[in-house]
């Protein structure tokens, strides 16, 4: 099992910055994907951004060029730099990992509790 902490959600201004993080502990495998999804009121969870063990990222194509994601192999971390937010950019953001069993041949999702992201003036 894997545990995921999230935390620095928010109130912003638009046009504002903000920084989210997240720590994951637990049974860990070497191969595997940490990233950002989020959820708005009445929307389905979407991608943000995700980042491999190996440091290859991907973004939804509404968050390249605003949003910066990052890891920290040792410390188990991924962060997520959000910068000039917008009101849609309200939801909750969801930390997730995915990792790959070896032995299983299979991945496995964990996800975090969620942090609140509301931007508004």
């Known amino acids: 099992q894997v545990q995921l902490v999230e935390s620095g959600g928010g109130l912003v201004q638009p046009g504002g910055s903000l920084r989210l993080s997240c720590e994951a502990s637990?049974?860990?495998?070497?191969?595997?994907?940490m990233g950002w999804y989020r959820q708005a009121p009445g929307q389905q969870r979407e991608l943000v951004a995700t980042?491999?063990?190996?440091?290859?990222?991907n973004y939804a194509d509404s968050m390249r060029g605003r949003f910066i994601v990052s890891r920290d192999n040792a410390w188990n971390t991924v962060a997520l730099v959000m910068n000039s937010l917008q009101p849609e950019d309200t939801a909750v953001y969801y930390c997730?990992?995915?990792?790959?069993?070896?032995?299983?041949?299979?991945?496995?999702?964990?996800w975090g509790q969620g942090t609140q992201v509301t931007v508004s003036s």
């Open positions: 997730n990992r995915r990792d790959f069993n070896p032995a299983t041949k299979r991945w496995y999702d964990y």
């Open positions: 980042v491999f063990n190996d440091g290859t990222t």
């Open positions: 637990g049974s860990i495998f070497s191969v595997n994907v």
